[in-house]
């Protein structure tokens, strides 16, 4: 994909500029994406489905199990679709897949 590059390739000032920030899943390395390339929640979520494998899953937490969440330069967790997009592409600075987020009584250790 046009989107992904190797976290070993990844030019550091662009990581601090915000336009490539770390992508997770529970239980697999973390890559890089170029986040300006999308327009809208859906995209992301479409790019991140199809990069893990996940089509189909990340359309219906609740009953998929699969729950993204980011984390802002604050260091803050949050739901990935709670805010704005705007402001979302301003504070990025990464991305998980959460597995049995939803649900579950400890919650899930991304």
Known sequence: SG???SSENVDQANLHSGTFVEVHKSGSFGRSLDISKFSSYHELRSEL???FSLEGKLEDPVRSG???VFVDRENDVLLLGDDPWQRVLNSLSAIFH???SIGSANGSSC
């Open 3 to 5: 989107f992904l590059q």
């Open 49 to 51: 489905a199809h990069l």
């Open 66 to 68: 699969w729950q993204l």
């Open 98 to 100: 959460c597995l049995d």
